[in-house]
């Protein structure tokens, strides 16, 4: 028992550390692949090609005044970004990362906890976070703020729908909800791999995984253009850090989720090993959320719930009809 | 005049040319089947395609547009209009500036200051002579009026400075010797028009 | 000339004028620009340029010369003359050099505008260039010969104003022109250039350097760049001064003139004057007022203490002793502190001029003289008393000369020191160098050829009377004699007698009335009779100037009564020159007593407690070019001062603030200036500083003369109070007036004494003075005009007390010894 719990407690530093650190590198990345979309350098100076400028950020984010502004209520304001990072580091708690291992005889299995209600405590989890952003927008005193927290309200709640109703065709056929069982069910190669057989349901998460990551084309919370930064008006330092770690944390997540869930997760691809496997795939959800920021606009608030409400709900419905239909035949 | 002649603000010539933009969907019908259009003919990923090719040029095919602008320069227009330069005579070395005063007279900002005398080869000498750049706006008024074509602008724009009054003096303007062979003329405000030959009338000589 | 006023047309304007006015002078006073280069309004027309062409009843005629006729019709511009003009500056710009940047002129440069308002945009005439240096003329001129235009507009002034005549046109050395260019060319355009390549500005006494009163007027109506002041060259350009108009403060012509200021330098931002501007087609600068501008006191500052102190000073003093640079707001700010505090006011300047003032205003019945200045310029006899004029006063002087040039006047000069300037005045100058003490005798003897005899004193009559005596002299006659000779005829051999006749001179005995006044006063009474009906031939007004010898006068009173005696029996013009700056301001303001008592309080004179904007006395006042104010000049008209530069301490008007008597400020006094004397009621700013088109002054009021009650005229019987023996005259060389004139950096003449060469031969380098009271201890310095053995002793410098060695006469019996 001893033992589980050292385990335990040093798997979760290291994804904590590995996350965070990944996180911070993802900001470089998508610094970078921003610009060479636009066919610029991205940050060049600090370190070979730039790629220091976090410990750059990090130096200076770590440095700035922490301060908190007159009219805020000094309790939550405090406390809101921690929410947003702690739940992004939690839901991790249940994803597989990689396949098994051995290491010095012993085998590790890389997740915090295996627990059968894995896939609803992640999705449980990143909805807890919608807390994060909402109390801390609502902590200032300032319009942006309070919008920023309306529609965090409106748009996480309602993209938890889709992204629970979508991933509810996948857990009908496989049956459990942990997802090392996810993994399993496609062990057999990447014919077996579910988004073949929910297509929609695959296209419906990744939607509701850009929006519930706050990612463009939805990120309305902090749309500099319509509410200067929404919920992060009135913070700066390392409390806006958290917000940023957690933002990337999620989207690793979502990452991590896709993957599992419809892309075969960790089991080996040809002669790709499994751990490498899901690590590409991965980066590619990442990759692909930034490259949907390069290319893509905004959407308007209410073109959102349009799409939320009469087109992915509908859809997510129908799709789940007919795979209980499918299955009952 | 009636009020809608005034209210038509689109004054000019009316040449514009539509966008062939379609027509917006009135019907909820007609809604859903551009969404479709959108989403199922892939217009959506024209978007995608257009960035990740961006990016392969800028990356394979040397086609970045940064100038990495400290260390490197773009060059600028012959015309344009930067920190004054003070030329020399190719012959003698000797400066233009004759002393003449228009360049401080015509100074909108009144930024040019200038002190003469009258020195021991009995010529005007020109013995203080700055700009206060924090007042300059850099109109080549200066230039245009210079006689002598003495005073013309360079290409050195990067005027940021820690205070806001910044003088430059005469030494600092002029060429440096070493550099004399260097020296090139100013093509814009005060040059000569190439077509300046043609507009003079000759005055006949006794020689 | 006469009064009647004709009517001419000029482009189509109809214009009143004086019959025999030159056309010019008509437009320029009605608003009609004509473009003239050469001609000087006060001057005789030079016809250099010939740019002034109009066309008068269809003949082309040259409006500067050509005098407006009654009903005659005028235009200024026909295509012809516009093409003649065009060519005249055409010619003009013939090898003018093109570096107008480097010029001093540029901007306001006559050629520039004239070549500009003719249209000038090419050039069709050639001439190899001559070299030409530039030269420096005298320690104050420079003339630039490459520049020069040859408008002669230097030479004009110099001879017809000035008098000095001390430049004249010489030969050139240019090409000839070519004969064909006469058939091709306009007609005057042709002639001008013509005498333009032939001739360039010389000095005229044939050396390189001019022998002048260095006044500097010659650099201000150069209408180029060619003649200029050698401190201002290349230093500022025109558009960069400020002009201030202003007055100068240092003799009592007090002149109208322009501070032109800027900022030093670069470096240094206070304001500093670079030149002084006249109006020169309207008034004449002499060298002090050009040149002695930077006198300004630049220690002073405000110190509650010190003015506390000065407060106290004045408060305790028995005296205040003060001179005549003072402007006439501050001389009754001094009046008000005698008639509070009783302090005594001493003023030695003046006060000699205020008791010959109150003199003259008994006998005459007016307070002030009958006429002015202003009026004499058309008078055409001209008589100078009591004056050294090249020295005293050069309005005077310029007057004096101006009258001889432009009205063919004649001109007779009383004065002990003799002068070989003013004989070179005019053909009709008569001088008499008389003895000092005998001033009276020039004033009967004007009686005598001037006077209405009816109209004088028995007394009088008799003395005049008492003077002439009948007496032969030998004159040599051509007288016509028929001679009988005897002539062989050489074909013949006959002898034959031939009579012819064959002039002769023969010596005769003539008796004719010889005047003893004459002969005292120095002139040859055989002649004297027949040189002044020569003189008087043609002369219809007259004029007589009186001078500060007067004031200083033994028999003072005397003089005064004798004066106003001229003035009630001759038709002359009656003027005095006030003997310093506002002496003429302060004699009316101010009560002066003749003593002083207690302790004393100096304004801007040595004392107890000195009051100095010289900046070495105990506490500062602005000089006259740093403040607000007005002086009376010899003109009895009260003209404005403004201040040219920053003043940064006190100023005298603080002073009576902290006594609880101030205004304001000092211009607030302006209006209180006492009315009974003549002054109005005028505010400062409300006092207009300039000239009209019509050449009429518009500066500041004139005084009126009030009359006062009339004592009637008492004559004295002269007396013989000559003085023998050496003797000092009190007077100052040229430019230098008053310790301001000293200060400044372009004037150079030394307090020295002044004598003719001779006497400066016999007296050697450095003498001691001995004085009745004192001694002085000073250089010799050779004036090449003065002639005679009397030497000039300055008093410019108020700390040597010159006033107190001299006493209450200007001319001293002195010892001179080499040391």
Known sequence: ?329 | MSLDNLKNRNVGVQNYKMLDLGHTPETGWGKFKQVLKRSVKLELFVGLKVTMREMFKALFMGEMHTVKYPFEKLPISPRYRAIHEMKRLLESGHYRCIGCGLCEKICISNCIKMDTRYDENQRKEVSDYTINFGRCIFCGYCAEVCPELAIVHGGRYETASEQRASYSNFEDMLTPMDQLVNQKEYPGFGAPTPVADKNIKKTPLAY | MSDNLITVTIDGIECKAKEGEYILNVARANDIFIPAICYLTRCSPTLACRICLVEADGKRVYSCNAKAKDGMDIVTQTEEILEERRAIMEVYDVNHPLQCGVCDQHGECELQNYTLELKVDSQHYAIADTKREHVNWSTVLHYDAALCIVCERCVTVCKDMIGDAAIKTGPRGGDKLDKELKDSMPKDAYAMWNKLQKSIIVPSNGTEHTNCSDCGECTAVCPVGALTERDFIYKANPWDLREVPSTCAHCSSACHLYYETRAESIDNPTEKIFRVKNEWNYQTLCGAGRFGYDYENTTAKKDPQALAKVAEAIKSAGTIKFNSMITNEEALMLQTLKEKFGVKLVNNEVKPFANFLSHYSKAAGQMLYKDSFADMSECDFIVSVGAKLRNDNPAARYLFNNIQKMNKGAGMYFHPVGDTLIPTFGKSVQTFEHKPGDEESALLLILDLFANKDKLPDDVKAKLDASKEKRTKTVTEKVMEEVTETVVDKETGEEKEVTKKVPKNVKKEVEYEANSLVEKLGGNPETFEDDFAKMMKKKESFALVVGEDFYFHPKAKNLANLIALIEESTEFKVAFIPPKSNALGVALICDLDEECEGSTVGYNEPADFTISALGNGDFDIPAMNQQEGTTTNMNKRLVPLNAALDYNGYELNDIMNALGLGKNLTVDWTESLPVEKGFQLAKFDDLPNGFRNDKTENRGYVLANLSVEKTGIEIEDIEDIALDGDIAYRCNPQRQFNDFTNKAHQIFEKFALYASKERAEQLGDFVKVEFENGALELSVEVDERITGDIVEIPDFKSDLDVYGLFGKDRYAKVTITKV
């Open chain 1, 1 to 329: 028992m001893d033992g589980y719990i050292i385990a335990t407690v040093i798997k979760a530093i290291l994804i904590l550390a590995v996350i965070s650190a990944l996180a911070g590198f993802g900001t470089y990345i998508e610094r970078k692949i921003l610009a060479f979309m636009q066919r610029r350098l991205g940050p060049m100076h600090v370190g070979p090609f730039g790629v220091l400028q976090i410990a750059a950020d990090g130096i200076k984010l770590f440095t700035k005044e922490d301060f908190i502004p007159s009219g805020a209520n000094k309790i939550i304001f405090m406390v809101a970004p921690i929410i947003t990072a702690a739940t992004a580091f939690i839901a991790l708690a249940a994803v597989p990362l990689l396949p098994e291992f051995t290491l010095f005889g012993v085998t590790v299995r890389p997740i915090v906890s295996d627990m059968n209600i894995g896939i609803l405590f992640v999705i449980a989890m990143m909805g807890v976070g919608l807390y994060g952003p909402l109390l801390a927008g609502m902590a200032q005193e300032n319009k942006w703020g309070i919008i920023g927290s309306a529609r965090t309200a409106i748009q996480f709640l309602s993209y938890e729908v889709v992204t629970g109703l979508s991933l509810l065709a996948p857990i009908m056929m496989v049956g459990s909800l942990s997802l090392i069982d996810f993994n399993t069910y496609q062990a057999g190669g990447i014919a077996h791999w579910i988004v073949w057989t929910q297509p929609v349901a695959f296209v419906l998460f990744l939607i509701s995984g850009f929006a519930e990551t706050n990612r463009t084309p939805f990120d309305l919370l902090e749309n500099e253009a319509e509410v200067i930064s929404g919920y992060a008006t009135e913070y700066s330092g390392m409390r806006w850090g958290m917000f940023f770690i957690g933002e990337y944390a999620n989207m690793i997540t979502i990452g991590f989720l896709a993957s599992l869930v419809f892309l075969g997760g960790f089991n080996p691809l040809w002669i790709i090993p499994g751990g490498l496997a899901i690590i590409l795939k991965v980066a590619f959800f990442f990759f692909l959320m930034l490259w949907v920021r390069a290319a893509w606009p905004h959407i308007r608030p209410d073109q959102l719930m349009w799409l939320c409400w009469k087109v992915l709900m509908p859809l997510a419905v129908i799709n789940i009809l007919i795979t209980g239909l499918v299955m009952m035949a």
